[in-house]
């Protein structure tokens, strides 16, 4: 295991060496420290989870031009590095179905799967969270908030989510501060409550700075 994680990050760090949206390395390495803190409280399967959570970004259509292709890739490092075939397609299923805009009604299938979700949503969360909205939305060209324009409430297809019209703080209502009910494990649950109050007064204090309430 400690080769295959080796050669594994060594290719997320070179895909993501670049990244200025909050997908960068570091958010990987958060991500897995909070997996592998669900998981061993949940009694889920951390190979499975830290390999998950290695490779979840390099297949994120936020940041990849062909789905397909990338996860084409990313299914060939897992077997050269002589994983069973089982090991291969519940990492695949993970990274393929864990995202905010993919997630299905149904939710995640295995434990594994609920943990590395809950880990990626937590790193949406909080402090970090804040930062990495605001990150993402510079990067991507959005205002920072436009008081003339609310948070959209319809439910939208994935197309609509990606590149309709939105802001950094309209993000939080459409996104960040559902988080906190979809969190699928009770280590899940208690990580967020904090980090959901957190976001919960910085918005409530931006707004009141932004219209100039003392």
């Not at 200025?20 to 061993?40: F, N, P, Q």
């Not at 809950?118 to 060209?141: E, N, P, Q, V, Y």
């Not at 988080?179 to 990580?191: A, C, I």
Request: charged fraction near 35%.
């Amino acid at each position: 295991m400690e080769q295959i994680r080796a050669n594994i990050e060594q290719l997320v760090k070179e895909k993501l060496k670049d990244d200025h949206t909050g997908h960068d390395w570091d958010h990987i390495e958060r991500v897995r420290s909070l997996a592998l803190r669900i998981g061993k409280n949940e009694g889920a399967d951390l190979m499975v989870c830290e390999l998950a959570v290695l490779l979840h970004d390099l297949i994120d259509d936020k940041l990849v031009e062909d789905e397909d292709e990338a996860l084409q890739e990313v299914t060939r490092v897992l077997e050269n590095e002589d994983l069973q075939q089982e090991v291969i397609k519940h990492i695949v299923e993970i990274i393929t179905t864990m995202s905010f805009s993919k997630s299905s009604e149904k939710g995640m299938r295995t434990l594994e799967g609920k943990v590395v979700q809950d880990a990626d949503r937590l790193d949406a969360l909080g402090a970090i969270g804040i930062a990495r909205t605001f990150m993402f939305a510079g990067a991507k060209g959005e205002a920072m908030h436009q008081a003339h324009l609310p948070p959209r409430t319809e439910p939208m297809t994935k197309e609509e989510y990606r590149h309709g019209e939105s802001t950094a703080i309209n993000h939080f209502y459409e996104k960040l501060f559902k988080l906190k009910s979809l969190m699928n494990t009770e280590t899940g649950v208690k990580l967020a409550e904090e980090r959901h109050r957190y976001m919960e007064g910085f918005i409530e204090q931006f707004l009141a700075d932004w219209e100039g309430i003392k």
